[in-house]
C-alpha cells in the first residue's frame, strides 16, 4: 500500500525556518518525481518551485524567492523541502506527492500519490 507521510509542520516567526519531511513507503521510491504543493484556504493548491521553474511555456517562480529548497534522499524514501526566511504568506497545508513521468509539471492532477499534508503556520 502506497503512503506518502510528511511531518515537521508547526507554528513559526517570521524570519525563522522550518524543514519538512516527506516519507514515501510502499513504491519504488527512485522511480518517482517527487513534489512539493501547498494550500491555503479558499485558494487553489499550487506548485512550491525553490527557485524560478520552467513549466511547458509558461515561466513562474515561487514566492519563496530562492528561500525554499527540495532535496530528496532515495536512500532514506523520503523527500525534504526546507524552508527559510518565512513570510506569513507562506501560511499554508503543505502536500508531498508521487508521479510517473510527470516531469516538471505544476498541476495537481498530474501526480498519482498524495499525502495527508501537514500545516505550517508563520506568525507576524
Known amino acids: 500500500q502506497v503512503r506518502l507521510v510528511e511531518s515537521g509542520g508547526g507554528l513559526v516567526q517570521a524570519g525563522g525556518s522550518l524543514r519538512l519531511s516527506c516519507a514515501a513507503s510502499g513504491l519504488t521510491f527512485s522511480a518517482y518525481a517527487m513534489r512539493w504543493f501547498r494550500q491555503a484556504p479558499g485558494k487553489e493548491r499550487e506548485f512550491v518551485a525553490p527557485i524560478s521553474w520552467s513549466g511547458g511555456n509558461t515561466n513562474f517562480a515561487d514566492s519563496g524567492k530562492g528561500r525554499f529548497t527540495i532535496n530528496r534522499d532515495n536512500a532514506k524514501n523520503t523527500v525534504y523541502l526546507q524552508m527559510n526566511s518565512l513570510k506569513p504568506k507562506a501560511t499554508a497545508v503543505y502536500f508531498c506527492?508521487?508521479?510517473?513521468?510527470?516531469?516538471?509539471?505544476?498541476?495537481?492532477?498530474?501526480?498519482?500519490?498524495w499525502g495527508q499534508g501537514t500545516q505550517v503556520t508563520v506568525s507576524s
Open positions: 506527492c508521487a508521479g510517473l513521468g510527470v516531469g516538471v509539471y505544476i498541476t495537481p492532477s498530474s501526480y498519482d500519490y
